[in-house]
C-alpha cells in the first residue's frame, strides 16, 4: 500500500483555478485522479505514468487540467483551470497497485489503481 494525502479542494466560482496536491510515501508508481460527484459513479480523470512523461485526460478536462508530479517531493498535482459546475465532486487521488511501467490500457479507470487517498471536495458555483 502506498499512504496518500490530498490536499487544495475548496469552493470556487466558475471560471476559477484550483491545484490539488497528493503527497505520496513513494514515487515509483503510475498516479492518478478521479472524482466521484454524489449519487454518480467515479470517474477517471487524469492519470500520469510513474516517470512523468505521459499523461492521459478524459476529454472533459482536456485543455483545462494539468497532471504532473515531482518524485523528489513524492507529490502529484492537478492544476485545474477554467472550472465549471460540472466539476464539483470529491477529487480522489490513487496510485497503481504496482510500480513502475504499467500498460497504458491500465490508465484510464482506477480498476488497476490499489492505493487511494481520502479525498478533497472541490465545489464549483455558477
Known amino acids: 500500500q502506498v499512504q496518500l494525502v490530498e490536499s487544495g479542494g475548496g469552493l470556487v466560482q466558475a471560471g476559477d483555478s484550483l491545484r490539488l496536491s497528493c503527497t505520496a510515501s513513494?514515487?515509483?508508481?503510475?498516479m492518478g485522479w478521479f472524482r466521484q460527484a454524489p449519487g454518480k459513479e467515479r470517474e477517471f480523470v487524469a492519470t500520469?505514468?510513474?516517470?512523468?512523461?505521459?499523461?492521459y485526460y478524459t476529454d472533459s478536462v482536456k485543455g483545462r487540467f494539468t497532471i504532473s508530479r515531482d518524485n523528489v517531493k513524492n507529490t502529484v498535482y492537478l492544476q485545474m483551470n477554467s472550472l465549471k459546475p460540472e466539476d464539483t465532486a470529491v477529487y480522489y487521488c490513487?496510485?497503481?497497485?504496482?510500480?513502475?511501467?504499467?500498460?497504458?490500457?491500465?490508465?484510464?479507470?482506477?480498476?488497476?489503481?490499489?492505493?487511494w487517498g481520502q479525498g478533497t471536495q472541490v465545489t464549483v458555483s455558477s
Open positions: 490513487a496510485a497503481h497497485r504496482r510500480p513502475g511501467d504499467v500498460p497504458s490500457g491500465d490508465l484510464y479507470s482506477g480498476r488497476q489503481f490499489g492505493s
Open positions: 513513494r514515487s515509483s508508481y503510475a
Open positions: 500520469i505514468n510513474w516517470g512523468g512523461g505521459n499523461t
